[in-house]
Every structure is written in structure tokens, then in C-alpha cells.
């Protein structure tokens, strides 16, 4: 009944808000969070209505990060009403053709340059001194959701006190990383889930609410490196020295082609651990089917590049151990 009393709230403010009472909205996505997104037609165009259940989420950080973007040139939904109180926004719609579906071989030069344009952009036109910094408090909040979410909940393993030494070790290989690299916007979640093809060339940004004053190469792994698609390491690493390259160019401080490699790597490392955590969260905890399946991916991603620098490879062997012959896409009795 509650559904049923927020779905009629829902489509009675956006038919005030735009004068029009033979509007219906129907769905258009939903997101990790307790956001949901409703597409309506009206007066020859069609809006986006986010619904944000005020007591589960805030839309003050959402709306002021959209204008933030779009003051700064990006392709971001424009705001026409908000209401804060009932957790309503009516956006402009940006569409419906997500990188994801359309990525193949063909087509992800021509996508991720857009991508990479707009990252650039969001880098150096973007303000960020003034947002939460990426720091190792969070950072270690973030890497601490693996232990909690993929060991013991999803496994069933309690690493031992030699263990959790071994754990440690390689998050401060991660964070002090993290550390020494350059400063930036970061909107934390900048991958083809949330970018959408335009006809302007310029992809629409979505799900941005989240975004950092942090690591410049944390975006960019979250691209190159994403969750729900692979590409070979050959390729991501062309494309994450050509955008150190226009970085150092734009006045972005970068360090030499291998420092930025091995920060790309190793921030990319940090995102995949917590994503771990994240995915077994959103499934136990959240009743969000489907991302047990994106497990194998990022294990792999994981696996893969944690082996590669002697600082990290232990934790990777006690990560392998604790899986063992299991399909980690199975949830855990």
C-alpha cells in the first residue's frame, strides 16, 4: 500500500508541476541507491522525474552537483522543480541509450573519447576544493566493506589476526598511493552504466551526487577499468597514457608514464576491493539481484593486477584461498 500511495504522490507532482493532468510516467531506471528514475511525455517532450524517498536519501547534494556540472559546460540533467520535502526532482531527459549496450569493439574508441573529453573537462573546469576529500578515512571505510560483505558474509571466512596483517599491509600500499597523486574532481562513479550517447557528441553524466575532491586517476580506472565490461590490458593502458598526456597538457599534474601507471593500477585496485564489499552488500543487504553475477570481473580485475606489484600479491593469495573452487556468483546458504 505504500508503493501504491508514493507511485500516486509521484505522478500527482509531476502533473502540478507541469500543468498537465493526462501526464503518466512510466519507469526508466533505478540505481544502487534508493533513487528511482520515471520518464513522462508531456507538451511534445518527455522529462525525467527522480523519486528519492526522503527519509533514505537527500537530494540537496544531487541537485547542487547537477548544477555544478552544467555551469561548467557538462552534459548534465538541467533541473525544472524540485521538492526537497517529498524527495521529487523533474530533470531534463538526457535519453536512453546507455554506453554499456552499445560498447563493442567498433564503437569504444570513438565512446570512451567522449568520455575522456568530458573527464577532462570535469578535471579542470570543475570545483572541487570545496567537497569532501577522497581521504584515507574514506578510503578505508570504502576497502573495509570487503572483509565485512565478501569474506564473511558471502564466503564465510573471519581472517585470523596473521591474516587481517596481511590486509593491512596492502590497503596502506593502496592508500599511500592514493596519496601522492594529484587532486581533482572526482564524480566516483564514472563508468557506462551511468554515461549516456547524445547526438551533441558530449555524453549525459548521471549519478554524480557522489562526487569528491580526490585522486585523478580514481575516474579514469573506474572507466577504463569498468565493472560490467572488460577490454584487453594493451588497450586501457594506451588509452590511460593518451589521457596522462592531455592531463600534463592541461596543466594536471601526472608524474612520469610508469608513476601514473602504477597509481592507475593501484587505484584501480582499491576501487575493485570495495567494490567486492559493495556488490555482496547490495545483494544481502539491499535484496538488489544481479550483482552477485558481476563478481567474476572484478575478482579478476583484482586478481590480475594485485599480482602484479610485490606490495599487494599476498593479499591477492589470501583473496584466492578464501574462495577456493567456489562459483563466487552463487549467494552463500
Known sequence: MPHLQRATQRLLWAQTTLNDPLMRLESASS?????????????GRTWIVMDAPPDKEDTGPWLAMARRLTDAGLHAPEIRAADA?????????????????????QTVD???????????????????QDLPAYDEQRLVAEMELMPTWFFERHLGFTPSCEQWDVIELAFRTLLDSAARQSQAFVHRDYHSRNLLISESGQPGILD????????????????????????????????????????????????SPAQFLRAFDLMGLQRHIKVLGIFCRLYYRDGKAGYLNDLPLVWEYTRRIGLKYPETAPLIDLIASAIGPRDITLPSA
Do not use: K
Open 208 to 255: 554524480f551526487q557522489d562526487a569528491v575532491h580526490g585522486p585523478i586517476s580514481y575516474d579514469l580506472v573506474s572507466l577504463l577499468r569498468d565493472c560490467y565490461i572488460a577490454w584487453p590490458d594493451e588497450r586501457v593502458e594506451a588509452w590511460a597514457e593518451a589521457y596522462r598526456q592531455r592531463a600534463e597538457a592541461a596543466g594536471l599534474a601526472t608524474g
Open 110 to 128: 570513438a565512446l570512451y573519447r567522449q568520455a575522456l573529453d568530458a573527464l577532462l573537462l570535469m578535471q579542470t573546469r570543475v570545483p572541487s
Open 31 to 43: 540505481d544502487a541507491s534508493f533513487r528511482s528514475y520515471w520518464r513522462g511525455h508531456s507538451a
Open 85 to 105: 520535502e517529498n524527495g521529487f526532482v523533474l530533470m531534463s531527459d538526457l535519453g536512453t541509450r546507455l554506453f554499456l549496450p552499445e560498447l563493442n569493439g
